[in-house]
């Protein structure tokens, strides 16, 4: 694990160097087919990441937002997006992140979230506490949450949400003390700082959870779908990251 973890950091500072250099210079976005938009920051961190991991680990496999598949019978595969938050990354603000992952088999085992411009970094690794460096400072763990009432509630963006998920969300919002919008991963690493108290989400791919899991799980929070099961690959998209598992039937109970 330990030199699973050095590969992981390794690839998070080559994708780092990458965003930093196109960060706020104007880089133009192209649509993907889901209308989402990539940049040549997007392509050219993805590139510098399989490439290392690659050289330094050839049996396993690679899944990447901007590439596709490498070796997808390995039984260890890096789960890899890197620039989550690619609107916040166009347009100049420091909330997007890159995100690392390796899978044993379906199981999340280590997790980076990594923000290359605050030069903050989560590293999760299963069995282990996360653990948190960066000039803001923060203290890596969940904090406990009483109540819903008292509860932090946050969310990418209502774009993510369609006619089925939003009066379920709205359900939960309801009863939180606040919700906020915006933050990409960034949001789910403050989970991880105790800062935020539930992420409620949808429309999220393989490389989108499986870096948070190991992260929010490390801190002492949990990380499932919608119904309070454990994420699976090829699951519906809709992620819970909860600071407190204490909530986490109150929860389930206003987005079911």
Not at 142 to 171: G, I, V, Y
Not at 221 to 242: A, F, I, M, Y
Request: with cysteine; glycine share 12%; hydrophobic share 45%.
């Amino acid at each position: 694990m330990e030199s699973w973890v050095a590969a992981a950091e390794a690839a998070a500072d080559v994708a780092g160097a990458v965003a930093r250099e196109f960060f706020r210079t104007g880089v133009a976005a192209d649509l993907k087919s889901d209308s989402s938009p990539v940049t040549i920051a997007d392509r050219t961190a993805e590139r510098a990441m399989r490439a290392l991991l690659t050289a330094r680990l050839p049996e396993h496999g690679i899944i990447g937002e901007e590439f596709g598949v490498l070796r997808p019978d390995a039984r260890y595969r890096w789960v890899l997006d890197p620039i989550d938050g690619t609107r916040a990354f166009i347009t100049g603000r420091a909330t997007f992140g890159t995100l690392i992952g390796l899978m044993d088999g379906d199981t999340p085992i280590l997790g980076i979230i990594d923000q290359p411009i605050t030069q903050e970094r989560w590293i999760g690794v299963v069995g282990q506490k996360t653990t948190f460096r960066g000039p803001l400072g923060g203290k890596p763990g969940c904090r406990p949450c009483p109540a819903l009432a008292h509860a932090e509630l946050s969310c990418t963006s209502p774009d993510m949400l369609d006619a089925e998920t939003m009066p379920r969300w709205k359900r939960l919002a309801a009863d939180v003390r606040r919700n906020s919008w915006g933050g990409d991963c960034y949001a789910h690493g403050l989970v991880a700082l105790g800062h935020i108290d539930i992420v409620a989400e949808a429309d999220m791919k393989l490389w989108d959870w499986v870096p948070l899991v190991p992260v929010i799980e490390g801190a002492g929070g949990c990380v499932t779908d919608w119904t309070g099961r454990p994420l699976r690959e090829g699951g519906d998209g809709r992620v819970l990251s909860v600071g407190d598992p204490t909530l986490l039937p109150e929860i389930v109970a206003r987005l079911a």
